[in-house]
Nanobody
């Protein structure tokens, strides 16, 4: 089955760190742009970060800039989202998306693949 699988979520105290992984099943990520989205309870899904397949350029939402880092490891066929200095407002389900043509930056577009999400909870 072709799919994306996120992992690495969990419960962490404010100021802590987590590293999320986005791993495909049935295809290789190096041919895809990758984006991370999140959805907090009662809120709309929002874009967090993306990385292009061609030149590795990246983007971060203002709310996470300087704290989150997106990176791809083509040898491991994995895209990571390193999250540092976590805040309670980072609590959400985090999703990765992959698309061959479009950079997954906008919510509401049907990208090639979406993962099922991983829960991140930041709380003391």
């Amino acid at each position: 089955q072709v799919q994306l699988v996120e992992s690495g979520g969990g419960l962490v105290q404010p100021g802590g760190s987590l590293r999320l992984s986005c791993v495909p099943s049935g295809f290789t990520l190096d041919d895809y742009h990758i984006g991370w989205f999140r959805q907090a309870p009662g809120k709309e899904r929002e874009g967090v970060s993306w990385i292009r397949k061609s030149d590795g350029s990246t983007y971060y939402a203002d709310s996470v800039k300087g704290r989150f880092t997106i990176a791809r490891d083509n040898a491991k066929n994995t895209v990571y989202l390193q999250m540092n200095s976590l805040k309670p407002e980072d609590t959400a389900v985090y999703y990765c998306a992959a698309d061959r043509v479009l950079v997954p930056a906008v919510v509401g577009i049907s990208y090639d693949y979406y993962g099922q999400g991983t829960q991140v909870t930041v709380s003391s």
